[in-house]
């Protein structure tokens, strides 16, 4: 007869730890990784480390990185209508969101038409059609 601690007891030496994961980057697809990464780097203030053609890496200090990953014929998301998903979208927080929308817009994101905006955050599109938020 099995006791309720020798059933605890094989339970916990089967469960694995949990080894320990971080994340490293964030990757996004583009048709002109260059590019994407430029307007990243300005729009942040972060590093372009050096690049291949296909493959460029942004560098934020502590803050990480963001990798723009060549897709050949790389359609932009046509968010909010899911005839080609979002697949992901990032979230910037900023001290002043008007100052910030003002940058970013002369160093070429564009607002979503249909995105959903409030007093704390306004939906962007970078250049490559991925969208983007600016939060307060």
């Given at each position: 007869?099995?006791?309720i601690?020798?059933?605890n007891?094989?339970?916990?030496?089967t469960?694995?730890?949990?080894?320990?994961?971080?994340?490293q980057?964030?990757?996004?697809?583009?048709?002109d990784?260059?590019?994407?990464?430029e307007?990243?780097?300005?729009?942040?203030?972060w590093?372009?480390e050096?690049?291949e053609d296909?493959?460029?890496t942004i560098?934020?200090?502590?803050?990480?990185?963001?990798?723009?990953?060549?897709?050949?014929n790389?359609?932009p998301?046509?968010?909010?209508d899911?005839a080609i998903?979002?697949?992901?979208h990032?979230?910037?927080?900023v001290?002043?969101l008007?100052?910030?929308a003002a940058y970013?817009?002369?160093?070429g994101a564009?607002?979503?038409e249909?995105g959903?905006h409030?007093p704390n955050?306004i939906v962007?599109?970078?250049?490559?059609?991925?969208?983007?938020?600016?939060?307060?």
């Open positions: 007869m099995t006791s601690s020798d059933t007891a094989a339970a916990d030496a469960q694995a730890e949990t080894p320990r994961i971080s994340l980057a964030v990757v996004l697809d583009t048709d990784p260059r590019g994407l990464a307007f990243y780097a300005s729009l942040l203030g590093e372009i050096p690049a296909d493959w460029v560098v934020g200090g502590a803050s990480g990185q963001l990798d723009f990953q060549l897709a050949l790389h359609k998301p046509t968010w909010p899911n998903p979002q697949q992901l990032l979230d910037l927080n001290d002043d008007n100052e910030a970013a817009e002369s160093i564009r607002r979503a249909n959903d409030s955050f962007f599109l970078d250049p490559s059609g991925h969208p983007f938020c600016l939060c307060s």
